[in-house]
């Protein structure tokens, strides 16, 4: 007997937020089941639920052992997944849930954060072939080699499923939220924003990493690494979804796919820093070793030996690197007049995967631009995206007007 | 080095409600800590977390799988256990929480009413060993042969409690709850109840199953199978408690140790039953087949071939009850003219390890009733209790009256 075909979906906090629906993932489920899949569905803790249950353990200390955090927070996946077990069995599907422990799915020991490093396939393949038609795996979930509950990290739930994607060869990973698919831009912005067929790995990595919440960064590049086929769909309706695949499979490449943008950035300006040899070297190493995310970096011409270096990093990283470019001064590493931070700035960012081929790009973005009279404070760019840093009062305007330069809006 | 004396500590539901009240846990903990003592702290889910849980596994289907009823209901603990450890870190105390199945607590696979039937103690000793002060385990919770989360049932964590006390040759399995001991009757019904120091696990065996809701009956059981003492005190103040132990241990073995009262019972009367040899079996054994709790039973002297049987069980089985006498009668295998159940009754019952060795107990107990002009409407006996069924309208009257009897007053 050849085995079943197997699909992974994994629904998100908002898709099992209550009973009822739970339900209509219930019903999805089972339409696939009778489709003839076997189906693996990676479930997140109803929403909400873990929020308050880190409010809880955040509640007992300041400094927690993040091994007693994992064992607290986990338990919102636990309950779902049995909670969604139960539901397809009253429809009829045989199902059983399974935690971390139990399939198990091995991790690092960096408790919060950890790393799937493993995971076995025997025990669900057993039940399998028994009979058992959908595996509801708690996501987020695993176990240390030493045999603690770990977790994998804020929207860690997508990560599982492309792991189980992976590692059970499945034919296609199913993300179901509360979006109906990846969109040419956030369409609260942008009203007629196009809802995308396709899109290539790359494209989404940047998106997401850029800002696009659809999917989490990690679960994209590991997606990409192991060649699983990503479908972003509804949990509330029954639309085709986006498919998140190679760019193989994508016959016609767009030159620009989508516009994403964030608003969690500060732009912080040293100045009046010496300029001489060595000087990036000597801004940038205290700030990494303080754990600054530096994203771009803009150096002024210099006048009399002095520069002004201006970089951003996330928000809630301000003080951090304030404190961390003054030791330096103190330490007498490096010389500098003084700091600036602003916090009403934004990226936007365009990306696609024809920019490899199409030229161009840049300046049709920053034309776009001048002509609504937006000031661009940095820019960074690699092979498939141009991001620019703007006024955050700007950023809507920016959006809406890269969308419509580069052809993005529906009636095209 | 010789290994630390250790010490088994459970904290029920009210006890670790919220994180002000586990704070309050954590410093009875770590005051048994700074005497140099391990501690295995069992611990039940945040008061109302199970009930929460239950509703939501009662809501997915009528009739759910009871792995998947484990497996949600189980979490309750795992997040208390999580948070006691993380609030006893907070105080500088080494600890760990310890899941059912990372101990491993191995269970029968009866879901829902599973019984423990290992406890490992290799894990854990190692942990000791290697300095933890404080394993904080989540009660209630096991696993079964095949690896699924197991309950042992409504206050399993006091069997839980036990089961470890046993298995670590625990010096004594200290039962923190809302009450601070065991008293001679129910303080809201005898305001001058007075707290016993001590009470032989027999007489606790049976106030336990007659009502007093201090312990669990199978956790007495158990402790006195394996001899574990147990000590009954509150979470909310440090009095001394009472401690349940061995006969031999108590030097005044009282006649009359207390007195207890259920109100959950029901009195069903089966009217002109044919007499004849063998229809007490032809009655009982379909009550018995169909699961009634049979508790006393009382049969009138015969007329002309015709009796009535009466006899007591717990108030929520008298439809199970009538139905399985009913279809018995259907297949002529029993013949009666009626039933009549009395729900407003309840049983009152003395209880002493004394009465083994003293007479007129039962006569005393009886004219202090008479003199109350109380009907007594059944009696059921053991070696150290008397069991009457009242009227319940007379139920406090009926045990404040037998208090004051047996001399048990605070003031004697």
Redesign the interface.
């Known amino acids: 007997m050849l085995p079943m075909p197997l699909l992974t979906m994994k629904f998100g906090g908002t898709s099992v937020a209550d ?1 009822e629906r ?1 339900r209509t993932v219930a019903s999805k489920i089972k339409y696939e089941v009778e489709r003839g899949y076997n189906v693996i569905a990676v479930v997140s803790a109803m929403a909400g639920a873990t929020n308050k ?1 880190i409010g ?2 955040e ?3 300041n400094l ?2 993040a ?3 994992d ?2 927070v986990s ?1 919102g996946e ?2 779902s ?3 969604l ?3 397809l ?2 429809i009829g599907i045989p199902a ?2 399974w ?1 971390g ?2 399939v198990p799915v091995i991790t690092t020991s960096a408790h919060g954060t950890a790393r799937i490093t493993q995971i076995e396939t025997e ?1 669900l393949n057993a039940k399998f072939a028994e009979g058992m038609r959908v595996a509801v795996v708690a996501g987020f979930q695993g176990t240390s080699p030493e ?3 770990t977790t994998l990290g804020r929207g860690g739930s997508d990560t599982s499923a492309v792991a189980f994607a992976t590692a059970f060869k499945s034919e296609r990973c199913d993300i179901y939220t509360d979006v109906d698919g990846v969109y040419t831009a956030d369409p609260r912005i942008v009203p007629n924003a196009r809802k995308l067929q396709k899109i290539s790995y790359e494209e989404m990595l940047e998106l997401a990493s850029l800002g696009a919440k659809v999917l989490q960064t990690r679960s994209v590049e590991l997606a990409m690494r192991n060649n699983v086929r990503l479908c972003v769909r509804s949990s509330f309706n029954d639309e085709p979804g986006t498919l998140v695949c190679d760019e193989e499979e994508i016959m016609e490449k767009n030159t620009v796919s989508g516009i994403a943008q964030t608003v969690d950035e500060a732009k912080i300006s040293i100045l009046s820093v010496e300029d001489r040899p060595g000087i990036a070297e000597a801004v940038f190493g205290p700030l990494a070793a303080a754990g600054v995310n530096v994203d771009m970096i803009i150096q002024t011409i210099s006048e009399r030996e002095l520069t002004d270096i201006t970089f951003t990093c996330p928000v809630n990283q301000v003080e951090l690197a304030e404190s961390a470019l003054k030791s330096a001064r103190d330490r007498g590493s490096v010389g500098f007049r003084g700091l600036v931070a602003d916090t009403d700035v934004c990226k936007v960012s365009v990306v696609g995967i024809g920019m490899r081929s199409h030229t161009g790009v840049a300046s049709k973005m920053f034309g776009a631009l001048a002509k609504q009279k937006i000031n661009i404070k940095a820019i960074s760019t690699s092979e498939i995206k141009i991001s620019v840093l703007v006024d955050q009062i700007y950023r809507d305007l920016a959006v809406k007007a890269l969308h419509d330069e580069f052809g993005l809006n529906y009636s095209n």
């Open positions: 009973l739970m249950l809880l353990v509640s007992t200390s927690f052992d091994r007693e955090y064992a607290v338990t636990s309950q997944s049995g909670l077990a139960l539901t069995q009253d059983r849930s935690q422990w139990q025990n045999g603690r509950m």
